[in-house]
C-alpha cells in the first residue's frame, strides 16, 4: 500500500498467462484503492470461483483488517499491533451461510526486547499451540520450537513431538532460506528460498512441494518496475520449464 500511495495508484489489473504465452480465462484479478489509501479491494476470480477481499489499514498504513468472502465462507481477520508497532495480535473470524464450519484462530506475539520471544496459536478458544522463538547473534529469528499446550478436546490422545524450523539469512539480515531437518537424509532441507534485488525487494521464491518424493519444487521470479511497483510474476518447475505468468498493469491518479 505504501507503494501505491507513493505512485498514486487508482487501480490494478492483473492477467494470466499460459505456458504458450496466452491469455488465460482461468485467472484475472482487480485490485482498487479507495479511501485516500485506506482500502484496498482486491477481487479475484480463480476458475468458476471469485472472491472479493477488502483490506484496510491505519494512518500509518499498517494492515489493521481483511475481510473476504468466496462463495457462502466469509472470513475477518484483525490485526493489533503495540505501541512501537510490533505485531502482537492476528485474529480471524471463518464463518459459512449455514454455520458448519465456524472457526476462530488466533495468534499472539510475545516479545522481550523489541524482539518476538514466543507465539500462542489459538483454536476455537482453547487448543492452543506454543512457539518459541530463539535468536541469533544478529538478533533474527534463528529457530523455532513447536509444542502443544492441551485443550480438553484432545488433552489425552494428542501427542506432538517438538520439531524446529530453522531459520538463515545473508549479509544484510535478509531472510533466505526456511528450513526443516530431514531424518531420511540426516540435513536440514529448505521449504522455502528467497532471492534479492539491489532495493531488498524479493526477485526470486522457490518452494519445495509438500509430500513430495522427488524433492519437487516451483520457482517464482517477480518483475518490478522503476517505481516498485509488480509487474510480472513468472513461474517455473524443477526443469526450468515455464509453467505460466501473471502480468500487473496499472492505472495511476492525474
Do not use: C
Not at 498514486?8 to 499460459?18: E, R
Not at 476462530?104 to 518476538?116: A, D, I, L
Not at 524479493?202 to 519444487?217: G, P
Not at 517505481?227 to 492525474?254: F, N, P
Amino acid at each position: 500500500m505504501k507503494a501505491y500511495i507513493a505512485a498514486h495508484v487508482q487501480s490494478v489489473t492483473a492477467a494470466g498467462y499460459d505456458p504458450r504465452g496466452a491469455k488465460t480465462a482461468d485467472f484475472n484479478e482487480w485490485q482498487d484503492v479507495q479511501a485516500n489509501g485506506s482500502t484496498l479491494k482486491i477481487t479475484t476470480r480463480n476458475g468458476q470461483s471469485i472472491s472479493r477481499t477488502y483490506y484496510r489499514f491505519d494512518n500509518k498504513t499498517r494492515l489493521i483488517s481483511a475481510r473476504d468472502s468466496a462463495t457462502d465462507i466469509e472470513t475477518i481477520t484483525i490485526y493489533t499491533y503495540d505501541a512501537n508497532d510490533n505485531l502482537v495480535n492476528i485474529k480471524a473470524t471463518t464463518k459459512d451461510a449455514f454455520h458448519d464450519f465456524d472457526q476462530t484462530k488466533e495468534r499472539q506475539w510475545q516479545y522481550k526486547n523489541g524482539k518476538p520471544e514466543k507465539l500462542l496459536l489459538i483454536v476455537n478458544g482453547n487448543d492452543s499451540m506454543e512457539y518459541t522463538l530463539t535468536l541469533d547473534e544478529h538478533k533474527n529469528v534463528a529457530d523455532e520450537m513447536i509444542t502443544h499446550r492441551g485443550g480438553t478436546r484432545n488433552k489425552l490422545d494428542y501427542a506432538y513431538d517438538p520439531n524446529k524450523i530453522y531459520y538463515f539469512y545473508d549479509d544484510q539480515n535478509r531472510l533466505t532460506d526456511i528450513t526443516r531437518y530431514n531424518i531420511k537424509a540426516d540435513k536440514l532441507l529448505p521449504d522455502f528460498m528467497f532471492e534479492y534485488d539491489d532495493s531488498n525487494r524479493v526477485i526470486q521464491k522457490i518452494t519445495v512441494m509438500a509430500n513430495s518424493r522427488t524433492s519437487d519444487y516451483l520457482v517464482w521470479r517477480y518483475g518490478f518496475n522503476e517505481q516498485g511497483l509488480k509487474t510480472k510474476d513468472v513461474l517455473y518447475d524443477r526443469a526450468k520449464e515455464l509453467k505460466g505468468k501473471i502480468e500487473y498493469s496499472y492505472t495511476v491518479r492525474q
